[in-house]
Structures are given as C-alpha cells and as structure tokens.
C-alpha cells in the first residue's frame, strides 16, 4: 500500500518545510563559505562585504519594487526604464535646475508613485495584459529620458553635488553603508504591509484568484492599481539613490537592472514563504546573487558570465517558483499545508436561512 502524502511522518513533513523556507539563506552562507575557502585573502573581509552590501542595494531595492504587483498576479516591466529616468530626472533637476536637493528627491519619488499609478490605470482600466502595457509605458520613459538629456549626459559643474546629496548612498552607520539598511527597512515595511495588514492580504487573494476576490467584494481593480503605485514610489527612490551613487546622469542606466530584479523577486518566492512571493524572500535571493556575482568577479569571470548567471538565475527562478507554487496548492488539497497531516475538514450544512450565517475566525 502506497503511502499518501497527507498521512507523511511529522519529521518529513518537518524537514520540507524547513528545506522550503531556509533553503536559499542556507545556500547565500553555503556559497559565501566556498568563496571564502577559495579566495582567503579577498573574499572574507570586511571590505568586500562592504563592497557587496553597496554595489547590491540598488538591485535589492528594485526587487523589492518588483515584488508588489507580482502578489498581483502582475508584472512591470517599465521597472528599469523607470529607474533611469528618475535617475535622469535627479540630476537634470539638481545640475540644470539648479533645485534644492531634497525637493529635488522628494519629486522625483512621488513622480515614481504618479506613475506607477497610471501604469496601474492602462492595466486595469484599459484591460491590456501587463506584460504589454508596461513594456509600452517603459518605451515611453525611455524616449522620455533620451528628450531630457538630448542623448548626452548630464555632468555637474566644478562645485560637484551637494554633499549631503551624495552622503544618502556613500556614507556609512556602525561601520556599513548607509544603503544596506534601506534594504532592510524597505524589506520590513513591505513585510509587514503584505504579511500582517488587511491590504497587502488582499493583495494576495487578489494574485491567487481574481474571481474568488471580485466574488467576495475585494475591489480587485483598485489594489492592483496601489500595487504598481508603490511598484513606481520604490523605482522613483531607487533613482535617487542611484543618481547619488554615479552622480552623473548617463539616459541609458536602467536596462540592466530589471534582470535582477525579476530574478530576485520570483527566486525570492521558493523562500521563507514558499509558493509565492514575499519581501523577505526576495532579499535572501538577492543575498544569493550578490554573494555569486562577487565571487565569481573575484576569480577572475570573462565579461559575459554576469548576462549568463543572471539568465540562468531567472530560469532557474521562474522554474522553482512554478514548483513551488504548485506544492502549495497540493498541499492545500491535501491538507498538509496545515501541518496537521489531517485531510482539510469538510464544510458542515447550510445554516438555517432565518438568521445571519455563523463567521468563521479568521
């Protein structure tokens, strides 16, 4: 007799779950430990982990960015010609606009969330597919990046940029870049929007089953629409803290950083919360990749091995997320996903039609 998988022992049923949510922080610690051995003098250091934390927050904000129309059931492609065109729209207004520096971000933010929102609207609204939509409105940035700078890019005079504009990517605080920890307040505010308030639920009833959630009165339409607005309001400080890092505005930055993006945001789905996408996640696949990048730059990789691990890793990403993605809803059917090991109870009978039908707890 063959042993169905809702009556599997509590140890397997353990050891999944627990391969399933850590796998990928086991794997950032397993390959930064080979690196480690294999590059002793280099790749250990305080250095390098400064290095990697820096050069990686850009991409691990950005993914972060990716994530919330994926709980959607969407995806944005507009994501890095956004990023470059805030990262243009910072500098024209600093360097030719001569505009205080804070105003300067703080427009060039909510500009982002102004156009995620419309972004949102054409999907919604205009019932295109946004995989097509966005790559339409990314086309528009873009042609509207190359007007702002006329193909030419955009260097500050001799007096540079103003320091304390610089300082939001390249100070530090107890010994670490600054960067780091947007990272990791972005990754807990967008933990705790998806994962404890009533909005970012709904977000993924919404992304799980569109009908189910037009059926029991989620305004389908209208979350989407905040999805891609925060989408764009992460894109929009992403610029900024890009224009500070290069502190030169080049119109074609952007392109290579939706790669990474997707990357991390659906890898991110095989981990912490299996089977779909979390902001927790997302930054331990990033971790993955930025420990991966760095070592094999370190030893030496020809030019083309960082498109080529970064196409692997998306399809490898995109393989595991289905998989993982599928296991969840077996585990659903089966009532394994409770970690009971029991069979989901059977609803009772209809309640009596005189009186309000008992609420279930949530």
């Not at 399933?20 to 930064?32: D, E, K, S, V």
């Not at 979350?223 to 500070?244: I, N, P, Q, R, T």
Request: proline share 7%; charged share 10%; aromatic share 8%.
């Amino acid at each position: 007799m063959s042993t169905s998988p809702s009556r599997r022992s509590p140890l397997d049923r353990l050891r999944g779950h627990h391969v399933g949510t850590y796998g990928l922080p086991a794997l950032a610690a397993l390959l930064f430990l080979v690196f480690s051995l294999v590059l002793p003098d280099t790749f250990p250091t305080v250095d390098n982990i400064s290095s990697i934390l820096s050069n990686q927050s850009i991409p691990a904000i950005l993914a972060l960015g990716a994530t919330i129309p994926i709980v959607t059931g969407r995806f944005d492609l507009s994501l890095g010609y956004g990023l470059g065109l805030a990262h243009v729209m910072t500098l024209h207004l600093l360097v030719d606009g001569g505009w205080p520096w804070p105003l300067a971000c703080l427009v060039v933010i909510l500009g982002g969330a102004v156009f995620g929102t419309l972004n949102g609207v054409v999907v919604e609204f205009g019932q295109i597919d946004s995989f097509i939509a966005t790559l339409g409105t990314g086309s528009v940035l873009y042609a509207f990046t190359g007007w702002i700078t006329g193909g030419a890019r955009i260097v500050p005079g001799a007096n540079g940029l103003p320091a304390a504009f610089t300082d939001l990517y390249d100070s530090k605080f107890l010994g670490l870049p600054v960067s780091a920890y947007y990272v990791l307040v972005l990754a807990v505010a967008l933990w705790l929007l998806l994962e404890r308030l009533p909005l970012g639920r709904y977000m993924y009833v919404i992304g799980s089953n569109p009908r189910a959630a037009e059926l029991v009165g989620i305004p389908t339409r209208r979350y989407s629409v905040y999805a891609f607005a925060g989408s764009g309001l992460v894109v929009g400080f992403a610029g900024v803290l890009l224009a500070a890092q290069q502190q030169i505005g080049s119109p074609s930055v952007g392109l290579d950083y939706l790669l990474p993006a997707f990357v991390g945001a659906l890898l991110g789905s095989t981990a912490i919360k299996p089977g779909r996408v979390n902001a927790l996640g997302t930054v331990a696949a990033v971790a993955v990749l930025a420990i991966g990048l760095a070592g094999i730059g370190q030893l030496g990789a020809q030019f083309w091995a960082i498109p080529l691990f970064n196409g692997t890793a998306l399809l490898i990403a995109v393989g595991l997320a289905g998989y993982s993605a599928r296991r969840r809803l077996r585990a659903a059917a089966t009532g394994t996903g409770t970690g009971t090991g029991r069979p989901p109870v059977k609803p009772s009978a209809a309640p009596p039609t005189d009186g309000p039908a008992p609420q279930e707890a949530p």
